[in-house]
């Protein structure tokens, strides 16, 4: 049984508290700033103590998870440097930026720490230990970028005190993880909200523009919704990559604009054709960020009870769902659920069923 002190008492690192309460015997403490977070935490026995002396509960832990904003986490590895440790300590993150946070970590000079920075790559629209949940990492990717005094057997201690999160374990440097992850998530975000705003913009001309934004635009656009605060900081820990990423983006345009200005539409169907190959191949057998997931589609009817139907049925016969979400429905008309699932076998088990009973579906092989 080791002592795990969790910095930061959000949504992931609520989350990571609550996945090791519930799979393992370990001693958990919680440090937050927020008397009311450290309370609810308590209370709900998510943590066995809370702290508000991080200085304290640090030095006695055997590991300590920082589960801040970058900026905080940053700051925290900064005051570590500075403690006197007299027992050995492996200390992580949660960073999704790992560049600046390395290289605070790379310059704690104690024997006693090793640092292994970590980014568990799952969250929700929701924040707040009170959103936590002790799934919430089930198949995702987690990596880990070690420092250079962290030797395997560290990594491998790490790897078994997290086990319980049933993450897959990924190793990568720094930048490796940056650039990768301004690509995937980061840079996205800044998209979504450029196409939210712009849409803003035009409403001025066109005040229908709020009534017709459905289905593609909505979903495009719903990482815009995320907590501008987190983001922020985000964007500001990893501006290097992320600026290089809207030169990318711009060049990008200007050869979308120049194909549209000079009509090249063979030029365009190929652009289009490229794009949608490697989308839909990004999911298949793990590759990329994207889960493999296996979706059906299910026409269902604007009428009450329509979605808890198909949700029982699939329930009754054992069959497993992943995620579940509403693509198109309007008063009156039929409307499209996409049920993902995470094996072939329950997404062709569940297509057999709902056509039995009398729906219309589609496979996306």
């Known amino acids: 049984m080791k002592k795990v002190l969790i910095a930061g008492l959000g949504l992931i690192g609520g989350s990571l508290a609550a996945n090791l309460k519930n799979h393992t015997l370990h001693e958990l403490t919680g440090y937050d700033h927020d008397p009311q977070t450290l309370k609810y935490a308590k209370d709900q026995q998510i943590v066995d103590h809370v702290t508000s002396d991080f200085e304290r509960a640090i030095q006695q832990a055997d590991v300590c998870i920082l589960a801040c904003p970058v900026s905080i986490t940053v700051d925290l590895i900064a005051r570590i440097k500075t403690m006197p440790f007299k027992r050995p300590i492996v200390i992580t993150d949660v960073a999704s930026v790992k560049g600046n946070v390395m290289a605070m970590a790379e310059s704690i000079a104690s024997p006693y720490v090793t640092f292994i920075g970590g980014h568990p790559m799952a969250g929700s629209h929701k924040k707040g230990i009170q959103a936590a949940k002790s799934h919430l990492f089930e198949n995702a990717i987690y990596v880990l970028s070690p420092t250079k005094k962290a030797t395997d057997e560290h990594i491998a201690q790490l790897k078994n005190l997290l086990q319980s999160t049933q993450s897959k374990f990924v190793v990568l440097d720094a930048m490796e993880h940056d650039e990768m992850t301004s690509v995937i998530s980061h840079f996205p975000h800044l998209v979504a909200s450029a196409l ?71 030029a365009m169907y190929h652009y289009l054709e490229q794009a949608r190959e490697y989308r839909d191949g990004l999911d298949r057998k793990g590759k990329g960020a994207i889960p493999a997931f296996y979706d059906l589609y299910v026409d269902i009817f604007d009428q009450s009870g329509a979605l808890e139907k198909v949700i029982s049925l699939l329930a009754k ?21 996409r049920i993902s699932f995470t094996s072939q076998e329950d997404q062709l088990a569940s297509h057999r069923l709902l056509v039995k009973e009398g729906y219309e579906t589609m496979l996306e092989a």
């Open 196 to 266: 939210v705003n712009q849409a803003h913009t035009w409403q001025e001309k066109h005040p229908m523009i709020p009534t017709l934004a459905a289905g593609g635009f909505r979903d495009i656009t719903r990482i815009a919704s995320s907590n501008p605060s987190m983001w922020q900081d985000i964007f500001f820990q990893n501006k290097t990559i992320l600026s290089r990423l809207i030169d990318d983006w711009m060049h990008e345009m200007k050869t979308l604009k120049t194909l549209l200005d000079h009509d090249d539409q063979a």
């Open 317 to 337: 016969a054992s069959i497993s769902i992943k995620n579940i979400e509403i693509l198109e429905i309007r008063e009156g008309i039929t409307g499209v659920l």
